[in-house]
């Protein structure tokens, strides 16, 4: 079975700072990536997606993820926080047939 | 376009009541997703949908769930009889055609307390 881990259920920058969310996954085939946002009292909408072809994927909002087989992982990273960026993201795998299965989630908090 | 609509938003009713929640995917889309999300078990895959056809309920927590989708615009999501554990937030998603895209459009949820 595919599943996702993300490290860290709260993570706390300064507006300004650098970004980090992690994710490492486990599949036993090659596996479809994707990071979602998760606004307050809103659905979850995509930031972005690997599925094999660059690994190194841009998504919106300035968000990037890089796909690394030898460390199965798939972390979230922004250069510079937004107060704006204060919400929750989850990760997530493809099992096939567009059934995604999802972290814990990570909430992250911007201060001023 | 209009993305996925789900109502009610919000839902307050006492254990024992019936609940139905109602989700309109985007028009086009082929598949149709409920979710469960709560603090406890995060985000739940309750049952997924193609063609209008039931593909996968293995999530469906047990019998007093149900899910239909008559047509490819509407399904629903009932809850009969409905228990205090059942308070959450349920999620309606849909995708388009494409296999493995991963890419869901997500509505804004039906937040269901039940007391």
């Known amino acids: 079975a595919q599943s996702v881990t993300q490290l860290g259920s709260h993570v706390s920058v300064s507006e300004g700072a650098l970004v980090l969310l992690r994710c490492n996954y486990s599949s036993s085939v090659p596996p479809y990536l994707f990071w979602y946002v998760q606004y307050p009292n809103q659905g979850l909408q995509l930031l972005l997606k690997y599925t094999s072809a660059a690994t190194l994927v841009k998504g919106i909002n300035g968000f990037e993820a890089e796909f690394k087989k030898s460390e199965t992982s798939f972390h979230l990273t922004k250069p510079s926080a937004h107060m704006s960026d204060a919400a929750e993201y989850f990760c997530?795998?493809?099992?096939?047939?567009?059934?995604?299965?999802f972290g814990t989630g990570t909430r992250l908090l911007v201060s001023p | 376009d209009a993305g996925v609509i789900q109502s009610p938003r919000h839902e307050v009713t006492e254990m024992g009541q019936e609940v139905t929640l109602r989700c309109k995917p985007i028009s086009g889309h082929n598949s149709l997703f409920w979710y469960r999300q709560t603090m406890m078990r995060g985000l739940e895959l309750l049952i997924y949908?193609?063609?209008?056809?039931?593909?996968?309920d293995s999530g469906m927590p047990e019998d007093r769930f149900s899910a239909k989708m008559p047509n490819a615009s509407f399904s629903t999501l009932k809850i009969q009889p409905s228990e205090p554990r059942d308070s959450a937030v349920y999620f309606c998603?849909?995708?388009?055609?494409?296999?493995?895209?991963?890419?869901?459009?997500f509505g804004e949820g039906s937040r269901l307390t039940v007391l």
């Open positions: 998603a849909s995708s388009g055609q494409g296999a493995n895209t991963g890419e869901l459009f």
């Open positions: 997530a795998v493809s099992t096939g047939f567009q059934k995604l299965v």
């Open positions: 949908f193609n063609n209008n056809v039931p593909i996968d």
